[in-house]
Each structure stands twice: as C-alpha cells, then as structure tokens.
C-alpha cells in the first residue's frame, strides 16, 4: 500500500513536472517568436539603414563625381586661360619689338635727313658764295672789256678820218636780222671760234630780245663756256636760258648740261637734284632719258 501511495506520488510529481515544463515550452516559444519578430524587425531596419547608406553613398559619389567635373572644368578655363595671356603676352612682346625697332629706324632716317639737309644747306651756301664770287669776277671782266672795246673804238675812230663826208644813211652800217646773227653766231661756235660765237649770240639778245632765237642764243653761249671748261659761268648762264625763257624749247637741254656741269665740278648733290627736276618735270625728252641714266650710275 505504502509503495502504490509513492508510486501515485511520483506519478502525480511527473504529472505536475509535466505541467510545468509544457508551461515553460510555452512560455519559451512566446519568448522566441517575440525574439524572432523583433529579429525580423530589426532585419528589415538594417535592410532599410542599409539601402538609405547605400542611397547616401550613391548621392555623395554623385555629388563627388559633380565636383570633381567641376574642379576638372575649373582647371580646364584656368588652363585655357593662362594659354590665352600667355599668347597676348608674346604678342604684345613682339609689338613691343617692332615698335621699338621702327622707332630705331625713323631716328636713324631722321638723323640722315638732318646730316643730308646739313651738307645740302651747306652746299648751297657754298654754290651761292661761289656764284656771288663769279658775278663779282663777271662783272670786273665785263668792265675790263667795256673798257678794252671803248678803248679800241677810240682808236679806230682817230685812225679813221674821211677825207669827204658821207650821208647818214651811207655812213651807218644795216643791221642784220636775228636769223643772219644767229646763223652767223652758230657758224662760228660750229668751227670752235667761241669767242666770236659768244659775241655773235649776245648780239642777238641785245638787239632783238624778243626774237624766236633768243632762248637758242642764251644756251649756246652757256655751251661756249661749258666746251672752255669754265663750268660755273657755264652753270650761270644755263639758269638764264631756265629763268628767262621757261616757256622754250631749250629748258631740257639746259637742265642736262646744268646738271652735267654741276657733277664736272664735284657736286653731285646738286647735279642729282638738278637731274630729277629735269626727269619730273619733262618726262618725255630725249634729256629725260639721259639723266634717268645718268642719276642710275651716281
């Protein structure tokens, strides 16, 4: 009897133990499937934090990738940029050098016009004083002459005493025309008698100073003088032919000779400009030509 009682003991102690661990069975399991929705809730909020970083991630590389675009365009410009000073720079460099350089030369063609205008200037007052000491020197022998021919005519006069007057008309010699003058003027300086085709050719001025022949005698007498060599007399009287006569035949041949006597006396100035006045002003002429190539070779 005693051992059913502990048997119905131990059964109903089992029973009760039974009991109770179905009660902590329960119990856990509530525990783990609260552990597991709260596991699964967590998950999901990791699977949500994990795709907002990822987004935040994506949109701070984007954002980086932006800047780095624009740091790249940034040194792009600045590059750009400092290619284009630098092209102005040289640029403005090179002008620089040509300014200078042109400013070089215009000093140094001013400093040769001055050192030319100087010995122009110069020459001229030289060629003045020159021709002033000529004119001098011409009128002292033309009073020597006017003297030496009063003289003479005196003498020829007392030399000569008619023995029975003569009528006006027969004692007075016909004067000869212009032509026959310069004929006769031009007769002598053909056979080298200069002195008397000289004498010829200021007769003809003289007398008939309006005549056609008058600017041809005033250069011959210019040519007397240029074949004795004397050429500054030869010069003078070339510039009356010029200053005289400006509307003749005979300006372009003064010119030449003007010029060409000019450089037999050393002054090549003077002979180039009188040259290129000639070549100016009558193109056309045969002595245009001939100082075009005279004006090559100074």
């Not at 994990?50 to 624009?70: C, H, P, T």
């Not at 006006?168 to 003058?181: G, K």
């Not at 003007?258 to 290129?276: C, D, H, P, S, Y």
Request: proline share 3%; charged share 30%; aromatic share 8%.
């Amino acid at each position: 009897m005693p051992d059913k009682t502990l048997w119905i003991g131990f059964v109903a102690a089992v029973l009760l133990c039974g009991c109770a661990l179905q009660d902590d069975v329960y119990t856990l399991d509530h525990r783990l499937s609260t552990l597991e929705r709260r596991n699964m809730e967590l998950e999901k909020q990791n699977r949500e934090l994990l795709k907002v970083n990822q987004d935040m991630l994506r949109a701070k590389e984007n954002i980086s990738s932006r800047v780095d675009g624009l740091d790249q365009t940034r040194r792009d410009d600045e590059l750009a940029l400092r290619g284009q000073y630098a092209g102005l720079a040289a640029q403005m460099q090179r002008q620089q050098e040509a300014s200078q350089m042109l400013s070089g030369r215009l000093e140094e063609v001013e400093y040769l016009l001055k050192q030319k205008l100087g010995r122009f200037e110069e020459n001229q007052v030289k060629n003045r004083q020159r021709m002033d000491r000529m004119a001098t020197d011409t009128a002292a022998v033309q009073k020597r002459l006017d003297s030496i021919d009063q003289y003479l005519n005196l003498e020829g006069a007392k030399a000569q005493k008619p023995k029975t007057p003569v009528s006006s008309s027969a004692a007075a010699p016909r004067p000869a025309s212009d032509q026959a003058l310069y004929l006769e003027a031009k007769k002598s300086f053909d056979a080298g008698n200069l002195e008397a085709a000289r004498n010829g050719f200021e007769k003809l001025i003289t007398g008939y100073p309006t005549s056609p022949q008058a600017d041809n005698a005033q250069f011959w007498i210019g040519e007397t003088y240029y074949r004795e060599k004397w050429y500054e007399k030869a010069i003078l009287e070339y510039q009356k032919v010029i200053e005289k006569y400006p509307y003749g035949n005979k300006i372009p041949a003064a010119l030449l000779k003007q010029g060409l006597a000019f450089l037999n006396i050393g002054e090549t100035n003077n002979a180039r400009l009188v040259l290129k006045e000639l070549v100016a002003k009558h193109p056309s002429t045969n002595e245009s030509k001939i100082a075009k190539q005279k004006l090559e070779s100074l």
